[in-house]
């Protein structure tokens, strides 16, 4: 189980919310999945999904995409 980050600011409530939500959507993923789906977790809302998923499938495929406020320029050149 992921641990409470311990850093200043972090409330347990809010910790334990999003512990909630993301065992809510391991448990459903998990009902779910069948060999060679590819799991896609998209944003830090999520963060603690992939950890609680690979506990339960650890062969599964997982992606994890945490949106940041700036691409790379290399996307930018590959949209140019």
């Not at 999003?18 to 779910?32: I, K």
């Not at 999945?33 to 944003?43: A, F, K, L, S, T």
């Amino acid at each position: 189980m992921p641990e409470m980050p311990q850093w200043h600011g972090w409330e347990k409530s809010a910790y334990e919310a999003t512990l909630a939500t993301c065992r809510r959507f391991a448990d459903r993923v998990v009902d779910t999945y069948r060999e060679g789906d590819i799991i896609w977790v998209n944003d830090y809302h999520l963060m603690l999904l992939p950890r609680l998923l690979r506990e339960r499938l650890p062969s599964a495929k997982i992606g994890f995409f945490l949106h940041i406020p700036f691409p790379s320029s290399e996307i930018f050149r590959c949209l140019h």
